[in-house]
């Protein structure tokens, strides 16, 4: 509105000019509570209210006072020159604490007639006149004043108008109390969602490590960390047809520790478990994590390799070393007999069927070995020709396998 101080103070109440005034006026607030009606905090509600207050009424300046317990803080001003804003006074000792302790507004004329007003604050400004209203009547929670540099006696039309936006901004300001309530519990609801969801999700990782551990060990054998026969069938078998589709090369190992029930018997089955771990770490070193190692139960270990250059020779000599260097390391009386079959693609055998063929290779070698050597896999420590005899042995066994594969 573009009325000035001047000319909105000398309002007749009764002219044609005053009521032409007061609904220009009325048509500015609705603008202005369409702009309160958007505002989300409080810094806004002000800035919108103190450009409302002086432009409704023409005023020099205009003051936007807060309710600070005792105290009236001149939150926001705009006015011709500063007056007190970032200030707070006493509410017995101002008019903005008088309108909000009385619940009503008021008009000051001449401010050097009033004993309301504190001549020593307002000397130092432009202030000559003055209009002062509650934000809210009940319960005051601030304080919207006008003012003027020259004596003036405001219109009734103009205190209306003030007090119009003021109540206004008391609905506004709730508003933003409410807004900002109802965003502190949203984000609080988000944190607590988030919260939960964070649980939920470790439980989920938690449930799917337990999961996880149940069908390792579903698939596993808990003493050597090996595949269990589940896992030798169903990974073996895997790798197997893998192995069949791509034309490569594969062997199944059928191996037995000997001697294994006797430590048992003779020294305890926690002497027998040594010998199993023991079986167990030579199967590790000498087959790659690609083969698949597995300790079928008791004494028995089985073994898939495919992809390898290696022949039934070189992986049984690898086999025997290893032996040697553990027997060596951990003095275990330690012998296994081994029982090799390679896969024929050219036939319809199954990998269970070539598991079997393994194990019968490895029961001939026992048998055809018995009177003349402990191992399937000849030590180090026998003399060339009984190693020589052993080897011979255990490789026409496991061809003989082969064959029948």
Known sequence: MNTDGATASRLDPDSKESSAWYGEAMCQLVDVVQELSLARDLASVMEIVRRAARDLTG????????????????????????????????MSLCISGWVMLNRKSTVIPDIFQDPRIPVDAYCPTFVRSLAMVPIRTRDPIGAI???????????????????????????????????????????QRTTELEEANSQLRREIAERQRAEEKVRRLAVSDELTGLYNRRGFMTFGTRDYLQARRSKQRGLVLFADIDGLKRANDTQGHEAGDRMIVAAANVMKSTFRETDVVARLGGDEFAVFVHGSNENEQQLLERVNANLDQIRRDIDVPLAMSIGVVECKWDSDESFESLLRLADEAMYGVKRARRSTARFAVPSSNQPDELRASAARQSFSVAREGTARA
Do not use: H, S
């Open 59 to 90: 005023a020099d300046g205009a003051t936007f006072v807060l309710r600070d317990g005792d105290q009236c803080y001149y939150a926001e001003e705009n006015a011709i020159r500063p007056l007190w804003k970032g200030r707070r006074f006493p």
């Open 145 to 187: 004043g006008n003012y003027w540099a020259e004596t003036n006696q405001p219109t009734a039309e103009q205190v209306a108008v003030l007090q119009a936006l003021a109540d206004t901004t008391a609905v506004a300001m709730e508003n933003v109390r409410v807004y900002a309530e109802l965003e502190a519990r949203v984000k």
